[in-house]
Structures are given as structure tokens and as C-alpha cells.
């Protein structure tokens, strides 16, 4: 059989080479895991889309209640405002024993209240629904003005009510500075227990009478080459601290003399805890104030006017004597000349405080001719003098400025000779005279601190004297650390249950927890 030609010849069928097919089948399982990943992404994202929307549709809704409330021709806007209108006329019903009425009234406000609620959660509020309440509230209201409740009785109303929610606060605010002086003034059960059984001590053991008779006769008492510091407490733990810390922060202890005045209930106790522990070898007097005899209503205005209200009231003479006591002890610093009339420089101490570095530095301060060394504390506005004085009296704002600024008691460096020189005692008693009907201040020994050495205080540097810890719990650490001496000033003590925790170690670590008195009294 003859071939054919090679031009009539069937093509012969060609082969698809093999990385063909592999390109295609990669493509193809590329394909497919896409495919499944974005089906997994779809049904992950559904449901947070859904949660989106119905956020938003929320936040349309609340914005939706809230234009609607705004609009002035809205449902939920009338009913509100005619709601408000209602509760005010049910106060004045309630006034007038108008029970029935002020019964219908509420059911009213209630319906309205219900309608509201469900607008506000995003219903809309038709007139089918609005329109009886907005009728039934309008006729009420109508009727509260026919029984004489017109605006200017209701304006009268809501002010006396207001008035009356303004003195009750007032009167709250007073009550719970009151409540938080008296904190601070009850004596614990520790403390009461170390006072007597530093007491029983005392009258035990006869040898503690003869050595406090050697202290009051030693010549360091008026050596003005010392360091002399005055204290003026009933608190004999507080008084501890503040010489301890004292003591074991100055590099000579033994250059170190302490003048302690108490009241008569305290000082036994005082006087048998100074002569039975070792203070670093300083020297510790401790006085009553009943032996300043000169301190007496003849010569001290203070003491003339606690007498007077005391002829006035009810209480115990012990009571009395005792109140008498503790409020001198607060402003026997404005008598530390008389106290001390052989001395030329003290540094006077609050019994609240502690302290942390060597103090003999400031009988190195230049006072400049000044009487007094003080922190200032017009850092804030409100530690100005406006804020502690009553300058509408024509005496004050004459003679001060009342953006001065003020400044602290508790930790000060006094120079007793410019003291005398300018006679402080004198104008602390004339601005006590001119105080007895309490117009110029009322209370504390601040203000009158104030006016007494107005254009006599050095500033010192702040960090000599830190503040707030009796009442700030957010002072920078920084600040503590670098501070000479640390006051608690405040009605949280740091002896008392109610202190900050926070600086409550500063005081404690100056307390020794193994004394047995300590131990016996004291549960930490």
C-alpha cells in the first residue's frame, strides 16, 4: 500500500509537558486555601460587624432621645418639662396636707416616668401614648395653680428649700470638723494605759522626785552655748518621738537641751519616761504648767476670757481645770520668753511631728533681724491671709495685706532677744483683746500668729519644714525624704487608729516596741 504524501498525513498528537500540570495543580490548591480562609474570616467578622452596628444603633438611639428632648415640638420634651413642673407642686401639696392631690400627682410623675424610660431605650414615644399623660398632667397642673400654687408660691418653696438643704450641709461640714477634732483630742487606750502605769511608777519609787530636782538644777537648762528646743504636750509617746528622732539625727546629742512643759495630770508620767530612758545623753526638763503662776487671768487675756466663759457653763471644776490646761498648752509658744527669760535662741517643736536631720543648723540661719524662722504655705492660694483673717473689719484691713503670705507654726527657729526687743507677747495679748467677741477669727493659734509677727518672719527653705501628713496621703516622696522634719498636722495623728498608713512608719521607727511598757500597752 502506497503512504501518503507527507502534506495529507494526520498530525500526530502532541503531549503536555509536566511542569504544566504541576503550575496548574499548585494553582488550583492555592485556590482552595484562599477560598477556605476567607470563608473562616466571613464568620469571624459577622458577628463583630453585628456587634458595631449595634452599637450604633444605640449611640443613634441615645442621640435620637436626647435631640428629641432638645426639640421643642417633641413628646419627651413636654412630658419632661411638665413632669418637673408636677414634682414641684407635689412638694407644695405635701406642705399644705393636700394628700389627695399630691397622691394624684404621683401616680401622674410614675406614668410620665414609665413613658420616658422606654423612649430613652429607644422607642419613639407616639401621641397615642403621650397625648393622655401630656392631658391628665396639664389638667392637674391647672388645678395646682386654681388652689393658689402660682410660681412665686413655688419659687418661695424651692428657695426655703434650698436654704434649708444649704444649712443642713453647713451644718453636716460642722459637725464633721467637730467630730474630727474630738478624734483627735480623746486619748487612746495605750496612750491612757502608758500614762498610768508611768505614774504608778512615779509614786513606786521614790529616787525619781530627787533626780528631777537634780535636772531642774543643772546649768546646762540656761547655757546658751546649747541647743535649746521647746515642746509643749500632754501626749508623752508623741513628746518621745519628736526627741528621739531629734536625737538620734543630730551629730552631737550631747550639745542637745529639751524644755517640756505638760499639764498636771501628765506630769508624773512625762518625768518618769524622761528620767528612766537614755536619750543619747541630751538633757530633758520637764515642767507643769500650773507652776507658771504668772500665767493668770491678771496678765494673760486668754486666760481672763476662759474664765469668764467658764463662770458661764455647767461643767466639772476638774473638767474645767483640765480643758483650761490643754487649750494654754496650744499657745504656750507665744510665752516662751516668760518660760524661758535666760535663753537668747530656741527652736520650738510641735508634738505631732518628726524629725530627720541634724536641727542645730538652723541656729545658723540669718534671721535678718526677724523674731521667727517659718515655712511658707502660700504654694496654694487658699494659705493666704484673707483665708484665716476677717478682713471686712475695718482694723484688719487697715494694717494687712490680705495676699500675704502665710506661713506654719510647729517647727520654728526663735530669736527671744529680737522677741523682747519688740515686745511680740504684747501685741499677741492686743490682738486677743481685740478678738474677744471672736469677729477677727475664730479659732486656732495660727491666725493670731499671724498678726502678731506680721513683718517679723524670716522664710525658711521649704524643705526644713514639710507639712500634710495628718491630712494628705499624696505628697511626693521626694519631698519626705529631703525634709528636715515632718508634721502631721491634721486630725489624723499618727498615734491614732485613723492615721495614714502610708507615713505611719516615719513615726513608729522611733518607738521602741520592746520596751515592756511599750509591749504591755501597745498593740501595733
Same mark, same amino acid.
Given at each position: 500500500?502506497?503512504?501518503?504524501?507527507?502534506?495529507?498525513?494526520?498530525?500526530?498528537?502532541?503531549?503536555?509537558?509536566?511542569?504544566?500540570?504541576?503550575?496548574?495543580?499548585?494553582?488550583?490548591?492555592?485556590?482552595?486555601?484562599?477560598?477556605?480562609?476567607?470563608?473562616?474570616?466571613?464568620?469571624?467578622?459577622?458577628?463583630?460587624?453585628?456587634?458595631?452596628?449595634?452599637?450604633?444603633?444605640?449611640?443613634?438611639?441615645?442621640?435620637?432621645?436626647?435631640?428629641?428632648?432638645?426639640?421643642?415640638?417633641?413628646?419627651?420634651?413636654?412630658?419632661?418639662?411638665?413632669?418637673?413642673?408636677?414634682?414641684?407642686?407635689?412638694?407644695?401639696?405635701?406642705?399644705?396636707?393636700?394628700?389627695?392631690?399630691?397622691?394624684?400627682?404621683?401616680?401622674?410623675?410614675?406614668?410620665?416616668?414609665?413613658?420616658?424610660?422606654?423612649?430613652?431605650?429607644?422607642?419613639?414615644?407616639?401621641?397615642?401614648?403621650?397625648?393622655?399623660?401630656?392631658?391628665?398632667?396639664?389638667?392637674?397642673?391647672?388645678?395646682?395653680?386654681?388652689?393658689?400654687?402660682?410660681?412665686?408660691?413655688?419659687?418661695?418653696?424651692?428657695?426655703?428649700?434650698?436654704?434649708?438643704?444649704?444649712?443642713?450641709?453647713?451644718?453636716?461640714?460642722?459637725?464633721?470638723?467637730?467630730?474630727?477634732?474630738?478624734?483627735?483630742?480623746?486619748?487612746?487606750?495605750?496612750?491612757?494605759?502608758?500614762?498610768?502605769?508611768?505614774?504608778?511608777?512615779?509614786?513606786?519609787?521614790?529616787?525619781?522626785?530627787?533626780?528631777?530636782?537634780?535636772?531642774?538644777?543643772?546649768?546646762?537648762?540656761?547655757?546658751?552655748?546649747?541647743?535649746?528646743?521647746?515642746?509643749?504636750?500632754?501626749?508623752?509617746?508623741?513628746?518621745?518621738?519628736?526627741?528621739?528622732?531629734?536625737?538620734?539625727?543630730?551629730?552631737?546629742?550631747?550639745?542637745?537641751?529639751?524644755?517640756?512643759?505638760?499639764?498636771?495630770?501628765?506630769?508624773?508620767?512625762?518625768?518618769?519616761?524622761?528620767?528612766?530612758?537614755?536619750?543619747?545623753?541630751?538633757?530633758?526638763?520637764?515642767?507643769?504648767?500650773?507652776?507658771?503662776?504668772?500665767?493668770?487671768?491678771?496678765?494673760?487675756?486668754?486666760?481672763?476670757?476662759?474664765?469668764?466663759?467658764?463662770?458661764?457653763?455647767?461643767?466639772?471644776?476638774?473638767?474645767?481645770?483640765?480643758?483650761?490646761?490643754?487649750?494654754?498648752?496650744?499657745?504656750?509658744?507665744?510665752?516662751?520668753?516668760?518660760?524661758?527669760?535666760?535663753?537668747?535662741?530656741?527652736?520650738?517643736?510641735?508634738?505631732?511631728?518628726?524629725?530627720?536631720?541634724?536641727?542645730?543648723?538652723?541656729?545658723?540661719?540669718?534671721?535678718?533681724?526677724?523674731?521667727?524662722?517659718?515655712?511658707?504655705?502660700?504654694?496654694?492660694?487658699? +494659705?493666704?491671709?484673707?483665708? @484665716? $483673717? #476677717? *478682713? /471686712?473689719? =475695718?482694723? %484688719?484691713?487697715?494694717?494687712?495685706?490680705?495676699?500675704?503670705?502665710?506661713?506654719?507654726?510647729?517647727?520654728?527657729?526663735?530669736?527671744?532677744?529680737?522677741?523682747?526687743?519688740?515686745?511680740?507677747?504684747?501685741?499677741?495679748?492686743?490682738?486677743?483683746?481685740?478678738?474677744?467677741?471672736?469677729?477677727?477669727?475664730?479659732?486656732?493659734?495660727?491666725?493670731?500668729?499671724?498678726?502678731?509677727?506680721?513683718?517679723?518672719?524670716?522664710?525658711?527653705?521649704?524643705?526644713?519644714?514639710?507639712?500634710?501628713?495628718?491630712?494628705?496621703?499624696?505628697?511626693?516622696?521626694?519631698?519626705?525624704?529631703?525634709?528636715?522634719?515632718?508634721?502631721?498636722?491634721?486630725?489624723?495623728?499618727?498615734?491614732?487608729?485613723?492615721?495614714?498608713?502610708?507615713?505611719? +512608719?516615719?513615726?513608729?521607727? @522611733? $518607738? #521602741? *516596741? /520592746?520596751? =515592756?511598757? %511599750?509591749?504591755?500597752?501597745?498593740?501595733?
Amino acid at each position: 500500500m502506497r503512504r501518503r504524501a507527507t502534506e495529507f498525513r494526520r498530525p500526530s498528537r502532541r503531549r503536555i509537558p509536566g511542569w504544566i500540570w504541576l503550575l496548574l495543580l499548585i494553582s488550583v490548591t492555592a485556590g482552595m486555601v484562599l477560598f477556605f480562609f476567607q470563608h473562616r474570616q466571613d464568620q469571624v467578622a459577622t458577628p463583630v460587624q453585628e456587634n458595631i452596628l449595634d452599637a450604633e444603633e444605640e449611640m443613634r438611639a441615645t442621640l435620637n432621645f436626647t435631640q428629641e428632648l432638645l426639640s421643642s415640638n417633641s413628646f419627651a420634651r413636654q412630658l419632661a418639662e411638665q413632669m418637673t413642673l408636677a414634682k414641684a407642686y407635689l412638694v407644695i401639696a405635701k406642705e399644705h396636707d393636700n394628700l389627695q392631690f399630691a397622691w394624684e400627682l404621683s401616680s401622674r410623675i410614675r406614668n410620665c416616668q414609665l413613658l420616658l424610660a422606654q423612649a430613652a431605650a429607644g422607642k419613639v414615644i407616639t401621641q397615642k401614648e403621650a397625648g393622655p399623660i401630656i392631658t391628665q398632667l396639664a389638667q392637674l397642673i391647672y388645678k395646682a395653680q386654681d388652689s393658689h400654687y402660682d410660681i412665686s408660691t413655688i419659687i418661695d418653696t424651692l428657695r426655703s428649700h434650698v436654704l434649708a438643704l444649704e444649712e443642713r450641709a453647713n451644718s453636716a461640714i460642722v459637725q464633721s470638723a467637730e467630730f474630727g477634732r474630738l478624734a483627735t483630742e480623746v486619748v487612746s487606750k495605750s496612750l491612757h494605759c502608758v500614762s498610768i502605769k508611768l505614774t504608778e511608777e512615779w509614786f513606786r519609787n521614790p529616787a525619781h522626785q530627787r533626780l528631777s530636782e537634780e535636772v531642774r538644777n543643772s546649768p546646762r537648762l540656761v547655757d546658751n552655748n546649747l541647743y535649746h528646743f521647746c515642746i509643749f504636750s500632754d501626749n508623752v509617746l508623741a513628746t518621745s518621738v519628736v526627741i528621739n528622732s531629734t536625737v538620734s539625727n543630730a551629730d552631737h546629742p550631747q550639745q542637745l537641751v529639751f524644755h517640756v512643759v505638760t499639764d498636771e495630770v501628765n506630769y508624773w508620767a512625762m518625768t518618769t519616761w524622761f528620767l528612766g530612758n537614755d536619750f543619747g545623753g541630751c538633757t530633758i526638763e520637764v515642767r507643769s504648767i500650773e507652776e507658771l503662776s504668772w500665767l493668770n487671768a491678771s496678765y494673760s487675756p486668754l486666760v481672763k476670757q476662759m474664765v469668764q466663759d467658764g463662770s458661764k457653763g455647767s461643767i466639772g471644776e476638774m473638767k474645767y481645770k483640765n480643758m483650761i490646761f490643754g487649750l494654754l498648752l496650744k499657745h504656750l509658744h507665744f510665752y516662751i520668753p516668760q518660760i524661758q527669760p535666760l535663753l537668747e535662741k530656741v527652736v520650738f517643736l510641735d508634738d505631732d511631728v518628726v524629725v530627720q536631720k541634724d536641727l542645730t543648723a538652723l541656729y545658723s540661719v540669718e534671721l535678718h533681724g526677724n523674731v521667727i524662722g517659718a515655712v511658707e504655705t502660700c504654694l496654694e492660694a487658699f +494659705h493666704r491671709f484673707y483665708k @484665716y $483673717i #476677717n *478682713f /471686712s473689719n =475695718p482694723i %484688719i484691713g487697715s494694717k494687712f495685706d490680705p495676699q500675704t503670705c502665710g506661713w506654719a507654726f510647729g517647727m520654728n527657729i526663735i530669736d527671744l532677744i529680737a522677741w523682747r526687743k519688740s515686745n511680740i507677747t504684747a501685741k499677741y495679748h492686743y490682738w486677743l483683746e481685740q478678738n474677744a467677741d471672736k469677729t477677727l477669727w475664730k479659732a486656732g493659734t495660727l491666725p493670731p500668729g499671724l498678726l502678731t509677727f506680721y513683718g517679723l518672719m524670716e522664710p525658711l527653705d521649704r524643705r526644713w519644714h514639710v507639712l500634710g501628713l495628718g491630712y494628705d496621703s499624696d505628697i511626693d516622696d521626694r519631698l519626705i525624704e529631703s525634709a528636715a522634719v515632718l508634721h502631721y498636722n491634721g486630725n489624723l495623728k499618727p498615734w491614732l487608729k485613723l492615721a495614714i498608713r502610708r507615713y505611719k +512608719h516615719l513615726w513608729e521607727r @522611733y $518607738i #521602741n *516596741f /520592746s520596751h =515592756p511598757l %511599750i509591749r504591755d500597752c501597745i498593740v501595733r
